[in-house]
């Protein structure tokens, strides 16, 4: 009953400290304003980050028992993660006993054509397992069944599988204004009609986000794909209940020992066994959890900032406390009464860090690569909005605490007759805040100069080629309206009709972007030699290029030829071009010019002869070296999507015309992915750029409030001191010692936060060691800069506020006190 009756009470007198504190922020306006914004920016750019942190690495992944989802790859010496023979795929359906199923799928594309513009679509070739593995099934319509998976064979004699598709719930909207009636209708991908069999789920998608159709994969599973193929495929199992990922690992070793004695095309390979969510977040998840830990430095030191001034502001207050406590106030009541002013200012923070939070999310969203952040966007659900309360509350307790215990500590009654004690324990606990400020300010500064100067580094690393000036676009030939020759004939003649177009200097094309792009690795045969089993043959990768192409990207051939039209002859000898790398590793002390190879990439694998060698290009990343690279030409390996080159300056003009080119030789080929070749490049390198960025940002802003924290600190004590520096003054003080004392005791406590932050920089630069690239972790480089840096900034935040102490005239110092 007694509690009952309190809490009513209780409210009321909260009710009446909100009212005060309101009265009270309403005659400092500035005050409040200055510490929401602050906060704001805290809180908001903690949720935004925690916002993507909690949809890529703390939530249920959108697939029913999705910790029973693994990634299965097989791993051979170099690729621990590679994929998988379909042959191998068969064998663990029949071997294993720790997994429930095993999917596998392939990338593809289509155009899809009809009534509006053909759109190039990125699609999924997926076993029949796919979708139960997943556990997931369309919205509307079925999924594959096994019979849609099954080759057949068309009149001609080709093999081919059931034309059936399944849409993405975007492509379903975007396409077909969400037809409910759109099961069973016929739909145009390459030429060729799909029947409609299912439309997936809102927001359904697997691994990339981009996929917008699903067709069956339709293996034939009686047909000896060791002796036949490479790994082509990738693979996801879902393991029975209550195997756990080590059991599943152990299993699957064992299955890949059994095969490598069967067979020689396993020889020197295993299996790897990684869970779903790894696959999803493991590139990404250093960065997120490096941004997490800058943003939450960011929240504490803005909370120190403001727990500083809530100090100063007590202070200023201490009469308005001793009278209220002699007027029968507790002590209760009056730390109450400031914990009351933190939170509401800390609540009104938090709102607007929420409007923050949906700007700076949608930000991080765009700076992210889309390749490792595969999410299209990141909503601030209920889930967040908890998370922001709770941060707000957090942070209100943390700034508010200090500021309530030191007003109301001692004897209240002497509040009345001396306030010394009470300003002297204020400025101690302010000095502690700034020197923590500094410590923390010095730590974010360093971690985000390293990641800064490894992004500048990455940035500037030669590639080997000259990027500027060069445009890129991509078209796609349907395989069923285009054969081999059709293809090598339509690429040949647009490179040579974009070779004409005004301001065009040069044109090629090749199967994927260079440096960045998807390549094929296989063995090579050198003539003379003897001949190795599959798994032993010396490794290259493998590139299409057409006359041109290395004219284009500025790539030089520093031996013998590059390829000419004539090379693209169907009766042409075969012919190869190599780069340097290649000729060091494989053809050691030899001329390479007309020495034959033969490169094992399926069919017959002639004998070729090396007419070029070329300069070296990294390969697959702007983080990796060169490596042996074989180059075919167009006719030997004949790709239905290419990747053209254009060298100009006027690039925006030139790519309108250059699609109007493409269209006058068939209006229904898509061209996509119109951009510099840089730009591609700047792409490349997001997540670098992401941490760069926004590490920065926050490092920045970190500073900004340390120099205002050591602002407000020293011209409190000024201001506080006015009656002994008047003092000093009268009794001859110079003005030049009084500002030597007050800028020593500013730069004394930056100089006790820039040493431990110093230790501290050190400790978490082995932390975010995975995420630099060409600088050390401990770079004296970065570590002195930020050092003078901060130096300069709070010798600026010191000099006003000791500027401002020689300027006291003694006369009236001493007549106020």
């Known amino acids: 009953m007694r509690t009952f009756m309190r809490t009513p009470q209780l409210i009321e007198r909260l009710s009446e400290d909100v009212r005060y504190a309101v009265r009270g922020f309403r005659r400092s306006p500035g005050f409040a304003a200055t510490v929401v914004i602050m906060l704001a920016i805290a809180i908001g750019a903690n949720t935004a980050i925690f916002s993507l942190v909690d949809r890529l690495l703390l939530r249920e992944l959108p697939y029913p028992e999705s910790d029973r989802l693994a990634m299965v790859y097989e791993a051979t010496p170099g690729s621990p993660a590679g994929n998988v023979s379909p042959g191998n795929w068969l064998d663990w359906q029949r071997l294993s006993e720790g997994f429930e199923s095993f999917a596998a799928w392939?990338?593809?594309?289509?155009?899809?054509?009809?009534?509006?513009?053909?759109?190039?679509?990125?699609?999924?070739?997926?076993?029949?397992?796919?979708?139960?593995?997943?556990?997931?099934?369309?919205?509307?319509?079925?999924?594959?069944?096994?019979?849609?998976?099954?080759?057949?064979?068309?009149?001609?004699?080709?093999?081919?599988?059931?034309?059936?598709?399944?849409?993405?719930?975007?492509?379903?909207?975007?396409?077909?204004?969400?037809?409910?009636?759109?099961?069973?209708?016929?739909?145009?991908?390459?030429?060729?009609?799909?029947?409609?069999?299912?439309?997936?789920?809102?927001?359904?998608?697997?691994?990339?986000?981009?996929?917008?159709?699903?067709?069956?994969?339709?293996?034939?599973?009686?047909?000896?794909?060791?002796?036949?193929?490479?790994?082509?495929?990738?693979?996801?199992?879902?393991?029975?209940?209550?195997?756990?990922m080590t059991t599943a690992q152990t299993e699957m070793r064992t299955i890949a020992g059994q095969l490598e004695h069967l067979y020689d095309f396993n020889k020197n390979s295993s299996v790897n066994v990684v869970p779903l969510r790894e696959v999803l977040t493991g590139e990404i998840r250093p960065s997120l959890l490096a941004l997490l830990g800058a943003v939450t430095v960011l929240l504490l030191i803005a909370c120190f900032n403001v727990a500083s001034m809530m100090l100063a502001r007590s202070a200023s207050r201490r009469r308005e406390v001793a009278v209220r406590a002699a007027i029968g106030a507790g002590r209760g009541a009056l730390?109450?009464?400031?914990?009351?002013?933190?939170?509401?200012?800390?609540?009104?923070?938090?709102?607007?860090?929420?409007?923050?939070?949906?700007?700076?999310?949608?930000?991080?969203?765009?700076?992210?690569?889309?390749?490792?952040?595969?999410?299209?966007?990141?909503?601030?659900?209920?889930?967040?909005?908890?998370?922001?309360?709770?941060?707000?509350?957090?942070?209100?307790?943390?700034?508010?605490?200090?500021?309530?215990?030191?007003?109301?500590?001692?004897?209240?009654?002497?509040?009345?007759?001396?306030?010394?004690?009470?300003?002297?324990?204020?400025?101690?606990?302010?000095?502690?805040?700034?020197?923590?400020?500094?410590?923390?300010?010095?730590?974010?500064?360093?971690?985000?100069?390293?990641?800064?100067?490894?992004?500048?580094?990455?940035?500037?690393?030669?590639?080997?080629?000259?990027?500027?000036?060069?445009?890129?676009?991509?078209?796609?030939?349907?395989?069923?309206?285009?054969?081999?020759?059709?293809?090598?004939?339509?690429?040949?003649?647009?490179?040579?009709?974009?070779?004409?177009?005004?301001?065009?200097?040069?044109?090629?094309?090749?199967?994927?972007?260079?440096?960045?792009?998807?390549?094929?690795?296989?063995?090579?045969?050198?003539?003379?030699?003897?001949?190795?089993?599959?798994?032993?043959?010396?490794?290259?990768?493998?590139?299409?290029?057409?006359?041109?192409?290395?004219?284009?990207?500025?790539?030089?051939?520093?031996?013998?030829?590059?390829?000419?039209?004539?090379?693209?002859?169907?009766?042409?000898?075969?012919?190869?071009?190599?780069?340097?790398?290649?000729?060091?590793?494989?053809?050691?002390?030899?001329?390479?010019i007309d020495v034959s190879i033969r490169v094992f990439m399926g069919g017959d694998n002639p004998f070729g002869r090396i007419v070029g060698v070329t300069g070296d290009v990294r390969e697959g990343s702007l983080r990796n070296d060169s490596v042996p690279t074989v180059f075919y030409n167009q006719r030997q390996l004949t790709y239905n999507s290419v990747t053209l080159f254009l060298r100009t300056n006027r690039p925006t003009e030139v790519g309108r015309e250059a699609v109007q080119a493409i269209h006058d030789f068939d209006r229904n080929i898509p061209v996509t992915q119109i951009r510099p070749l840089t730009d591609a490049f700047v792409q490349s390198i997001a997540r670098e750029r992401l941490n760069a960025v926004v590490t920065a940002g926050f490092a920045l802003t970190a500073l900004l409030l340390a120099s205002l924290g050591l602002y407000g600190l020293l011209a409190f004590l000024v201001a506080e001191r006015t009656r002994e520096i008047g003092i000093r003054m009268a009794l001859g003080a110079e003005a030049s010692a009084l500002l030597k004392m007050v800028m020593k005791h500013g730069l004394l406590l930056v100089a006790s936060g820039a040493a431990a932050g110093l230790l501290g920089a050190l400790a978490v630069s082995r932390l975010i060691q995975t995420l630099l690239f060409g600088i050390p972790s401990y770079d004296p480089v970065t570590f002195v800069t930020v050092v003078l840096l901060l130096i300069f900034l709070s010798a600026l935040a010191a000099f006003v506020p000791a500027k401002r102490a020689t300027r006291v005239d003694p006369v009236l110092a001493l007549r106020q006190e």
């Open 106 to 244: 392939v990338y593809t594309t289509a155009t899809l054509t009809g009534e509006n513009e053909p759109e190039l679509l990125t699609g999924q070739a997926v076993s029949s397992e796919f979708f139960p593995s997943l556990k997931v099934l369309p919205q509307l319509g079925r999924a594959f069944s096994p019979e849609d998976d099954t080759p057949s064979t068309t009149s001609q004699g080709a093999n081919m599988s059931s034309r059936v598709v399944i849409l993405s719930h975007g492509l379903w909207q975007r396409r077909f204004g969400g037809d409910s009636n759109i099961v069973g209708r016929k739909v145009e991908l390459d030429a060729a009609m799909y029947e409609v069999i299912g439309v997936m789920p809102r927001g359904f998608y697997f691994l990339n986000p981009l996929v917008e159709f699903w067709v069956p994969f339709a293996l034939d599973r009686r047909r000896d794909w060791r002796a036949t193929s490479g790994r082509i495929m990738t693979v996801v199992g879902r393991l029975k209940p209550g195997v756990s």
């Open 335 to 592: 730390v109450r009464q400031f914990l009351v002013e933190s939170l509401l200012l800390a609540v009104l923070a938090g709102a607007a860090g929420v409007l923050v939070a949906l700007w700076s999310t949608s930000a991080l969203v765009a700076l992210s690569p889309r390749n490792l952040v595969r999410v299209p966007e990141v909503p601030l659900d209920g889930r967040i909005l908890m998370y922001t309360s709770i941060v707000s509350v957090l942070t209100g307790l943390i700034f508010g605490l200090a500021p309530a215990l030191t007003a109301t500590r001692g004897s209240l009654g002497e509040y009345l007759h001396s306030f010394g004690r009470s300003v002297t324990r204020s400025a101690r606990i302010r000095e502690w805040l700034v020197v923590a400020q500094v410590t923390m300010t010095v730590v974010l500064l360093c971690g985000a100069g390293l990641l800064v100067r490894s992004f500048n580094a990455l940035n500037s690393v030669p590639t080997g080629l000259k990027s500027s000036d060069v445009l890129t676009m991509q078209i796609t030939m349907p395989p069923a309206r285009y054969d081999r020759d059709q293809q090598v004939d339509l690429v040949t003649r647009a490179v040579q009709r974009l070779q004409s177009l005004p301001g065009v200097q040069s044109a090629g094309a090749t199967r994927s972007l260079p440096v960045i792009g998807p390549t094929a690795g296989t063995g090579i045969h050198v003539r003379g030699t003897p001949d190795r089993p599959m798994m032993e043959r010396p490794m290259t990768r493998v590139r299409m290029s057409t006359p041109g192409y290395f004219a284009v990207v500025g790539v030089p051939i520093i031996r013998g030829r590059d390829f000419t039209w004539d090379d693209l002859r169907p009766d042409a000898e075969p012919v190869f071009i190599v780069n340097d790398a290649f000729a060091k590793a494989h053809l050691p002390g030899q001329d390479p």
